[in-house]
């Protein structure tokens, strides 16, 4: 038999389980189904010193755990799976994980986002001890350091500035000798001083894996194939994010980069809506995401008291049904 609720919030990120504890304390009764990823992000992070109410910060980890248990308190259920479908079209909702199925009046989608990262398997064994994909999150540790960021675009040179603020030294990195960056964004970070091109490049290694810490990095020359070795205290990636937002591709509308589109937390689809990195394509913290976790949650909580009340028609198929592509363009006939 499927499992019938109110609520059911995919993903369990700052986004996903801030919704939660909201809906919980609503009396919603909500379902998480956590993702491979559960935590999201912050559970491959270290010190986390920019959430309020830890003066002391606290690790990555070990905050997600906190926000789960507070959930978990409150009476939020869970499912320790991945979603595998999803089915919008009408309502309940449907979602299907490898071992259960899912019919729900309401969705928050709170799926998250995924940094793209250069592939080097040092690259993966130093994240969070030297290397970051968030200058915003971690450039205060790496005062007085030597930095190198990978990009390219309006990102990286936006926290190539921004590291100036604290390392000595920032060395951009980047595969071509033209940029996707803005000509101001470019301007601004060819002039400030503490920055430094290296063109036709890429990052060929990060040292040391042997001493859990950024020691340094060997860059290729892409023209020449040249091999050089340099210090470093810390390397960010600024090559781009992907919203895990391909489930729901042809269903809900989204933009050109796969982010789903709101109005506020709201989708193209009533009664569904979307929280924290997968609709946000500027901030990706996860105070901001949690933020939206909240009003997604206030706004489900609103829309099944619409709902109980007989002002939103029940176990309905919208008009779109038979036209996914107008959902998607977020068409409501």
């Not at 290397?131 to 040179?157: E, L, N, Y």
């Not at 490049?201 to 810490?213: G, L, P, Q």
Request: glycine share 10%.
């Amino acid at each position: 038999m499927p499992i019938r609720k109110k609520l059911t919030i995919l993903g369990s990120g700052a986004a996903g389980l801030t919704a939660a504890i909201y809906a919980a304390r609503a009396n919603l009764e909500p379902l998480v189904i956590q993702g491979l990823q559960a935590g999201g992000q912050l559970t491959i992070t270290t010190d986390v010193e920019n959430f309020p109410g830890f003066p002391n910060g606290i690790l990555g980890p070990q905050l997600m755990e906190e926000m789960h248990k507070q959930a978990e308190r409150f009476g939020t259920q869970f499912i320790y799976d991945n979603a595998e479908s999803v089915d919008l079209t009408k309502t309940p909702f449907v979602i299907k994980t490898s071992g259960e199925e899912v019919h729900s009046d309401t969705v928050i989608i709170g799926t998250g986002a995924q940094a793209k990262w250069l592939g080097l398997d040092s690259e993966q064994k130093l994240m969070g001890r030297g290397v970051s994909a968030c200058a915003t999150c971690d450039g205060f540790f790496f005062r007085d350091k030597i930095v190198f960021i990978v990009g390219g675009g309006d990102t990286a040179m936006e926290e190539a500035v921004f590291l100036t603020r604290f390392a000595t030294s920032v060395t951009l990195v980047h595969r071509r000798d033209t940029f996707r960056a803005s000509k101001i964004m470019v301007d601004r970070a060819m002039k400030n001083p503490k920055i430094k091109m290296c063109l036709n490049s890429t990052i060929d290694e990060i040292f040391d894996v042997s001493k859990n810490e950024v020691t340094g990095v060997r860059i290729r020359n892409l023209q020449t194939g040249e091999l050089s070795e340099h210090p470093a205290d810390g390397v960010f990636i600024a090559i781009g994010h992907h919203p895990n937002s391909d489930l729901f591709k042809g269903q809900i509308k989204m933009n050109e980069n796969g982010y789903i589109e709101t109005d506020g937390v709201k989708t193209s689809i009533p009664g569904v809506f979307a929280a924290g990195d997968v609709q946000d394509e500027i901030y990706k913290q996860a105070v901001t995401a949690a933020g939206t976790g909240c009003a997604a949650a206030l706004e489900a909580q609103w829309y099944l008291e619409k709902l109980e009340a007989g002002l939103i028609p029940s176990n309905s198929e919208p008009a779109n049904k038979a036209n996914p592509q107008k959902a998607a363009a977020g068409v409501h006939e």
